[in-house]
């Protein structure tokens, strides 16, 4: 049975459309309202307020800690800056991804993980005869997120961090309201947007310094159907919807390397060793099998396609985590494993693992559409990602 | 002298340059020619009082077309529609109606006037959807010219036919009702309520010289029913930044084109040789040369302005003069400093942040201010339709601050004394909108930082509207398809060779569609004149 978040008690009276649902052992609104779509306009538009304190997070304290890290993570944490935060994700012996979150240095010895799933075990596993205390905060830190183009002036009014100081993928310490807690510049949106990170007990009085100022600014709570929206408009990946963590799945074919996720760019292969370095080298070697790739679908085939059922096109402004199938011909070549029709955009898009061979930009595919219960397929091409990428997200 | 452009469009508004955008992107040379300093016509959002951002004639956005939102990559150029969702109607008791995208709320909001209208509902919302797909084709298609039976307008009318074959009696008498009835008699077909059908019958006179009970009146509330956004019919949207963004997202694109757009520059007149239009003459005295010329001004202002009654075949100049633009309606924009309740709901309840509050109380209501309007004076308590922009869009006005829109009518052009007497009554004018709002949101008038009132007289002095017509042009029946602008003239040419015509006036007509400019264009192309 989930538990509380500790801002169960601000969160629980507005959502008045008593939609929850479990995450990560907590309760987390779905929506507050009646439909999710105001709130993911505020994401866009104004800013958006959600309860993340169900991710995983884990301090690293200790002179090793930045060699666990670059032990444990694709990438090294040798360099990473005092006050930056880095997007990684780490893999097993076998070159294939557990999970993927962000580490931020708070000081040279002094790291911040946040991760999908449970990590303390896996983390001290590497940690193993290394100088380092690791520290479960999953409970005792809790984290909102404020997204959205409005989220900086908001930071700004309530708390005295040097907002236009802090630049994208960094962290900062601040007070705010008197309470002492840490901003990064980061979030799962794809917009301009932060994360706050404060002690459990004092979760009630950010939440009300944070809606009180921000009422000026068009603020919106928001839960995880109008997130979900905006991380695929992102491009975004997820963990246990658009690949799963190696461990846990029985088959090889469900598991996926960081290279078949796309997120090529932050391994770091040549250099000293870590987890999947081998195995990660051996499949550069061979040659990549899947790629992870954005997929738009036609909208013209959609709307003839309606169109001969008599309907106008039934898309839905809402994610879907159903796996969909991708054709070549008439041959399986892979599937969309999140989409939704970006209200903001007017595009049917998707995030799809698909062969390496249909895989560079511009490729055609026949993606699966069912209408009336009739399994059709529609054109559709591999596009770029992310798909919505405002220059805000990364201006200073 | 040698033609410098392959075509000049006259005019940067939304239709102007949603033509010069295909035509660029059809690879030919464009120049479009604005007027004001500023492109988008009545497309137009304006920072008259600082740090507020007024869209300062339309307002809302719906009838866009999808295929020209993908065509023109509009998104990729900065279009974001925000969805507006809700319709609050306060009445003079203290009571209000809200609707909004919970069925189950509408039911209980309908029942407590009447559980009957609360059932049927729903019904008409899916009757008018279904109207709304039968015609889609026909609002996004030339008309076709029965006058000129080609083998091409046979073909296009038999495809039209086939949408309608098959369709019961019951429909083909809703769609015939829906062509000739008044709003509120088509509306009391399916409604008892009074308070059911006042609100929704202002859909039927907006932008028009008629009254909720004057005939013909159905056919406009279809037309704001076809506001389509993501294959969803009757979904109405705000522009983020304002509805002049909407301009200049097609702009970005036309230029991304290729096409080159010129502000401060009016044009004077067609420049003609014999009888075909060469060019156009700045008010400055320059001759640009190209080979087409598209005006995208409104009828009257094109054929007896810009080309001058004078060339034109007397027929056709008759049905121009003819061509009713009798503007009726007037914009009230407020810059607010904090806002207060509407109609017993909070400023920062979730209905106000996405939606529209329609002072539209009784239909007898409504008339009255019609019948203010028949004898040349304004409504002394007008119909309105008010959206408060920056509760979903901060951007447009200062932190915590508001602005907001307010539609009015009937602010007749042809006053009794003349239109050029609005200049006396503005201020009055302003008065009794503000006066009309107080009750239905007090504490309202405190409140206002900026008042920006425009009246028919100004919507064209300044935004080049003859007779201050928003549509270019009213929607009634004898001024649609094949009979807009003119009859025979309906396919975007004109009587004068290589002038061409893709403003509001042409088919489909007007609101920010911009399927006149698109279908111009594609005309154009397929003509294989330029």
Known sequence: ?????????????????????????????????????????????????????????????????????SRMMVRSFAKLRVGRVAYTCWCGSDGKVIDDGTVSRLDEDHFFVTAAEPSLSWISRVGRRLDVEIIDSSETVAALSLQGPT?????????????????????????????????????????????????????????????????????????????????????????????????????????????????????????????GQDALREEMRR???????????????????????????????AASRESIPLYSGSRFVGQVTSSVWSPLLKRQLGIASVEAPHASLGSSLRLEHTVLHERCTVAARVVEKPFFDPERKRRP | MADTYDAIVVGGGHNGLTCAAYLARAGRKVLVLERRPILGGATVSEQIYPGFTFSSCSYVVSLLRPRIIRDLELSKHGLEI???????????????????PDPEMNRRNIARFSPRDAERYPRFGQAMGELSRLIKPIIEMPTPEPSKLDLGTILSVLRLARRFRGLDEDAIAA???????????????????????????????????????????????????????????????????????????????ARAHGAEIRTDSPVASILMQGDEARGVVLE???????????????????????????????????????????????????????????????ADSPVLRGGDITIAPSVDY???????????????????????????????APPGKHVMSVFVQYAPYHLKEGPADWENQREAFGDAVIDTLEQFAPGLKNRILHRHVLTPWDLEQTYGLTEGNIFHGELSLEQ??????????????????????????????????????????ETLLRSRTV
């Open chain 1, 287 to 317: 040659g990549i099998a899947w790629r992870t790739v954005g997929v738009e679908a036609d909208w013209g085939e959609l709307e003839e396609l309606y169109e001969r059922y008599g309907l106008p096109p039934g898309l839905v402004p």
């Open chain 2, 175 to 253: 769609q015939l009702k829906m062509l000739t009835m008044s709003a509120v008699d088509f509306l009391g077909e399916w409604f008892e309520s009074d308070r059911v059908i006042a609100p929704m019958s202002v859909s039927g006179i907006i932008g028009t010289f008629l009254g909720v009970r004057s005939p013909g009146t159905a056919y406009v509330l279809l037309h704001h029913y076809m506001g389509e956004i993501d294959g969803a019919f009757r979904a109405w949207g705000l522009q983020k930044g304002g509805t002049g963004q909407v301009a200049l997202a097609i702009a970005r694109s």
């Open chain 2, 366 to 396: 409504l008339e009255r201010a019609y019948d203010d309007a028949k004898y040349g004076r304004f409504s002394r308590r007008p119909c309105m339709d008010c959206v408060i922009p920056s509760l979903t869009d901060p951007s447009v």
């Open chain 2, 82 to 100: 925000l969805p507006l969702d809700w319709t609050l109607s306060p009445f003079e008791d203290g009571e209000s109606l809200l609707r909004g």
């Open chain 1, 1 to 69: 049975m989930p538990v509380k978040s500790p801002f169960h008690e601000r969160i629980a009276p507005l959502c008045t459309s008593y939609a929850w649902k479990h995450w990560g052992g907590y309760y987390a609104v779905c929506h507050f309202g009646e439909s999710h779509l105001p709130e993911y306009w505020a994401f866009r538009e104004a800013c958006g307020i959600t309860d993340v304190t169900p991710l995983f997070k884990y301090e690293l304290r200790g002179k090793d800690a930045a060699r666990l890290l």
């Open chain 2, 284 to 346: 400055n005295g320059d001759e640009l040369r190209a080979r087409v010329v598209i005006s995208a001004a409104d009828p009257r202002r094109t054929f007896l302005g810009l080309v001058g009654e004078e060339r034109l075949e007397e027929g056709f100049a008759k049905q121009i003069k003819r061509f009713k633009l009798r503007g009726s309606s007037g914009k009230v924009n407020l810059a607010l400093d904090s806002l207060p309740e509407f109609g017993g709901y909070p």
């Open chain 2, 480 to 521: 649609l398809a094949f009979m807009r602008p003119a009859a025979g003239w309906a396919r975007y040419r004109t009587p004068i060779r290589k002038l061409w015509f893709c403003g509001s006036g042409a088919h489909p007509g007007g609101g920010i569609m911009a399927t006149p400019g698109q279908l111009c264009a």
């Open chain 1, 151 to 275: 989220s900086r002036d908001v930071l700004k009014q309530c708390s005295d961090a040097d907002m236009d100081a802090l630049k994208f993928f960094g962290t900062t310490r601040a007070r705010l309201d008197g309470v002492e807690l840490r901003i990064s510049r980061t979030g799962y949106t794809g917009d301009l947007g932060y994360e706050l990170w404060c002690d459990a007990s004092d979760a009630s009085k950010v939440w009300d310094a944070l809606m009180d100022t921000g009422r000026d600014y068009g603020i919106v709570p928001a839960g995880i159907d109008a997130l979900d929206m905006a991380r695929i408009e992102a491009g975004f990946i997820m963990l246990g919807v658009d690949y799963h963590s190696a461990p846990h799945v029985t088959i090889d074919a469900r598991r996926s390397s960081p290279y078949e996720l796309g997120l090529d760019w932050c391994v770091e292969l040549d250099r000293d060793p870590f987890l």
